[in-house]
């Protein structure tokens, strides 16, 4: 039995699919637009799946929706109702794509694949929930969502058990953790929905002692904690509820200053702001994780929604609660939410046994050896072949190790927002200069902006402060930990400010090339970590094709590109197809 | 000739179909927005009722029941 999920018009269009309840394809629709957080509904992405599979869509027996519209537009009537007549501008900015599309799902799926099966709604948080347990390593978990808005939910607990969930209680709109890190995001100058991880970034530059950072209790003003870590907003600072903006005249007159302006240079403010709000949102979380040990008294715990991205925050909740053991769904924000939808309906609705479990994220598009060769002919691009993999990886361990930048393009594409060894560009961490010169070069992102290494499972204790054993959803690069203090000068390129590293662990069966090529290059460098960056610009989402790969090694200063069994050097080819600088947006 | 004559004729209806559609959504979408959710929020003031539940309060928690755990099929073909 094949069941679809799909979740779009919000952000983060997306489409996994479900064979006899295992995962078997998934992808975001940006990948195949090439607009970031595309919204628009995921045909392209629907498209792969059935392909991949070689099916049709009469094959498909259930389509599992990630929300109830209805509810969802019960609740934006509700909020433009409560702010008449200050919400006008919103109320006819909004409306109208609900009436065109958002209210007739059924319609346009109908329409758009020509389906004639049942379409199922799942609650948005209940998507979140089933996207981290119904596909998770545990029989029986506590659960935690937690995003910016889904119906009416913002934040919700409960418990898996076997194939059921039970999502107890919740904090409603327009109460929201994820609603207050937007908003400040949006403060301090970053786009919304988009950039609240440069805010995460940011803050160890500011100060993290709640004693003497000034804007910690500030921030501390617009959210009322209770112990139990259940919350509401003091919606006097916000706006977000009726108009485009989030940040209110209040909450500027409060942190002392205007909204900052795109791209404006961060000053220490900006980072004390930036760490305040880390803070209190760290408090929030652990005070909410602390509640749910106490009601649920289960030693798991999974994760998801948009603010289970927060890996700063991750790497510290098993220390600061009593949970043992921790997963995230890989793709944690409204992307995921099509896996949950799709495994929902299969386990929970039509009760059957969980059979699968996401142990790695490559369930996207991948390119045989011929189809790449076709295609650098064709395009005659040149290239040199590996006689075989071995030779692939010692070559290319080779070239990180004479401090190349290599772009990394191997076998099936990446879920969520995270590179993870299928379109990757890896850099040597020991070079001190490799960030700078991903920075601006390559990525063309700012300056304080740390990168992320990755390290072998059986490595990751050596090198870095881990939960031990290492949690699972550090695969996923999904936990921060701080990088052992005698390696800090040694990989300089990875190490944040405060000593922390967002590493990427990976398992040989996860991945065996891109493990051997860290071993390998542990032999040549004595320290088995590199860089791995996505493979993109900054505001393009991460390649998907090859034309993708080769055009963005070709208008950046990637040095070599590893597609398949070929490796391009970009010096061999003609060069300055685009203009990535000019490109580089947020 | 023909063909590109008829084409762009039809564009330009459609195009002028696209614009009045607008310009008739937007005047709806007014109405729409000054008698039904003007007058609801109006009558709301006036009974005090609190649409979106704004206020801080001393109570322990602001947690509230959520309870969802049904897994009966017929709830999921409904969109609300």
């Known amino acids: ?586 | 000739m023909k063909k590109g004559l008829f084409s762009g004729i039809k564009e330009g209806f459609e195009g002028f179909g696209k614009i009045i559609t607008t310009i008739v959504n937007f005047f709806l979408l007014l109405l729409v927005y000054i008698v039904g959710v003007g007058i609801t929020s109006i009558l709301a003031k006036i009974g005090k009722k609190e649409i979106l539940s704004k206020k801080l309060h001393q109570e322990k928690s602001y947690w509230s029941d959520l309870n969802l755990n049904d897994s009966n099929i017929e709830r999921y073909y409904r969109q609300f």
């Not at chain 1, 969980?354 to 011929?370: C, H, I, K, W």
Request: overall charge positive; hydrophobic content about 40%; some cysteine.
């Open chain 1, 1 to 586: 039995m094949y069941i679809l999920g799909i979740s779009c018009f919000y952000h983060d269009s997306a489409v996994a699919l479900l064979k006899d309840g295992k995962i078997i394809a998934a992808a975001e629709e940006e990948r195949f637009t090439r607009k970031k957080h595309d919204k628009s509904f995921p045909i392209n992405a629907v498209n792969y799946c059935l392909k991949s599979q070689g099916i049709t869509i009469k094959d498909i027996a259930y389509i599992g929706f990630y929300e109830k519209p209805m509810l969802k537009f019960e609740r934006i009537i509700a909020q433009h109702t409560a702010a008449f007549p200050f919400s006008i501008k919103t109320f006819l900015s909004a409306v109208p794509s609900w009436l065109n599309e958002k209210l007739m799902i059924p319609k346009v799926i109908r329409k758009k694949l020509n389906y004639k099966g049942d379409v199922l709604f799942i609650d948005h948080h209940l998507s979140h929930a089933a996207s981290a347990f119904l596909v998770g390593p545990f029989n029986k978990a506590a659960i935690l969502t937690v995003d910016g808005v889904g119906e009416w939910t913002t934040t919700a607990y409960g418990m898996g058990e076997g194939n059921k969930i039970n999502l107890m209680k919740e904090v409603k709109f327009p109460h929201s953790l994820g609603l207050l890190y937007s908003a400040l995001t949006a403060y301090l100058g970053f786009s919304v929905n988009n950039s609240e991880y440069k805010v995460m970034g940011l803050s160890p530059f500011g100060d993290m002692n709640k004693e003497t950072n000034l804007y910690y209790p500030k921030v501390k003003k617009m959210i009322d904690v209770k112990d139990d870590g259940s919350y509401r907003m003091d919606l006097s600072y916000f706006l977000y509820h009726y108009k485009d903006k989030m940040p209110s005249k209040k909450m500027c007159d409060l942190l002392g200053g205007p909204i900052s302006p795109r791209d404006c240079e961060m000053t220490q403010r900006h980072k004390d702001i930036a760490a305040a709000l880390q803070l209190v949102f760290e408090e929030v979380m652990f005070k909410m994780l602390n509640h749910l040990y106490e009601v649920t008294k289960c030693e798991n715990v999974v994760l998801a929604g948009g603010c289970a991205l927060n890996s700063v925050g991750n790497g510290k909740i098993l220390r600061n609660t009593p949970f043992k053991q921790i997963w995230i769904q890989p793709n944690a924000t409204d992307g995921g939410t099509s896996i949950g939808a799709a495994a929902y309906v299969y386990h929970t609705i039509l009760g059957n046994k969980r059979v699968t479990r996401m142990t790695n994220g490559f369930l996207g598009p991948q390119f045989s050896n011929e189809e790449i060769k076709y295609f650098l002919d064709k395009n005659n691009i040149i290239y040199n072949q590996f006689s075989d993999d071995k030779e692939l990886v010692v070559k290319t361990a080779k070239l990180i190790n004479d401090n190349n930048v290599v772009g990394w393009f191997q076998g099936r594409m990446e879920w969520g927002p995270r590179a993870l060894g299928a379109r990757s560009i890896l850099a040597n961490p020991c070079n001190s200069e490799a960030k700078e010169l991903l920075n601006l070069k390559v990525k063309h992102r700012e300056k304080f902006r740390p990168f992320a290494p990755v390290v072998c499972s059986d490595d990751a204790l050596t090198y870095f402060d881990c939960d031990d054993p290492v949690p699972e959803p550090t695969d996923f690069m999904l936990m921060v930990y701080p990088v052992r203090e005698k390696w800090r000068k040694i990989i300089p390129s990875v190490t944040h400010i405060d000593g922390s590293g967002r590493l990427q662990s990976i398992r040989r069966e996860q991945n065996p090339q891109y493990y051997d090529l860290i071993k390998e290059f542990g032999k040549l460098s004595k320290v088995p970590i590199l860089i791995n960056t996505s493979f993109n610009i900054r505001g393009e989402p991460i390649v998907c094709t090859p034309y993708d790969a080769y055009k963005c090694m070709m208008g950046t200063g990637i040095d070599y590109l590893v597609i398949g069994n070929m490796l391009i050097k970009r010096e061999d080819n003609p060069q300055d197809i685009w203009d990535s600088e000019s490109l580089a947006k947020d």
